[in-house]
């Protein structure tokens, strides 16, 4: 539960703590949703990186929610069970794990980018696709340190 | 500097923000300046504090923008 001493009316925690500023908490999730909404991006493998992302951060807010899109398009609890070591687990493609390889980078030490990291994901998305994943990734480790910072977490059922 | 890993695309203009990479994501780009121009002009942290965070989060990432 968030340590903020004051939080705003709503039907879940991001709502209690991002609508203390409404209207930035509305352009956010303009935002946010872009990506799925205007599909920039394969939405299995968007929602990869969300959670490879909020893995990293340990941030159990994102954690706990699964896009309707990517499940929609076959992704499934079996292959997300494996997204924590994804580097030994067979069920990756060539594009999910340079994409992976990047997002990990990106979290890590987003200067620290290498050209062989960048290469592959360019060769797999396009420019295009390449400039929304990096976008993408903005929004994610963004969220996942905006939920930590807050204790943003998921309520108990 | 090193070269820019993904070129503008070809018709972008001088803006040194959709002129840039992201310019080829146009819809993305128009909802982050949406958010950004709300931050900026709509918030209530003191400008002075806001823009301190910026630079020093771009020093920190070594960016030059």
New interface residues.
């Given amino acids: 539960m968030t340590w903020l001493p004051e939080t705003a009316p709503g039907a879940n925690p991001l709502e209690r703590v991002f609508g203390l500023?409404p209207?930035?908490f509305e352009?956010?999730r303009?935002?946010a949703q872009?990506?799925w909404e205007?599909r920039?991006l394969d939405p299995v493998l968007l929602e990869l990186v969300r959670l490879r992302v909020a893995q990293m951060h340990e941030a159990r807010f994102p954690l706990a929610s699964r896009r309707p899109e990517a499940r929609a398009a076959g992704l499934d609890e079996a292959k997300l069970a494996e997204l924590e070591h994804w580097w030994r687990s067979p069920s990756f493609t060539e594009a999910e794990r340079a994409c992976l390889r990047f997002a990990e980078q990106f979290v890590l030490d987003?200067?620290g980018m290498s050209?062989e990291q960048?290469?592959p994901v360019?060769a797999a998305l396009g420019?295009?696709g390449?400039?929304?994943l990096v976008?993408a990734l903005a929004i994610f480790d963004g969220f996942g340190r905006f939920c930590r910072m807050l204790e943003i977490e998921p309520e108990d059922r | 500097m090193s070269a820019a890993r993904i070129l503008p695309p070809a018709d972008a203009g001088s803006d040194p923000i959709s002129g840039s990479a992201l310019g080829h994501q146009p819809e993305s780009l128009a909802a982050f300046m949406k958010l950004y121009g709300t931050l900026w002009s709509h918030g209530i942290l003191d400008h002075s504090t806001k823009e301190m965070a910026r630079i020093r989060n771009a020093r920190t990432l070594d960016c030059g923008v």
């Fill in positions: 500023r209207n930035l352009a956010w303009g935002f872009i990506f205007k920039l987003a200067k050209d960048a290469r360019i420019a295009k390449a400039v929304a976008e």
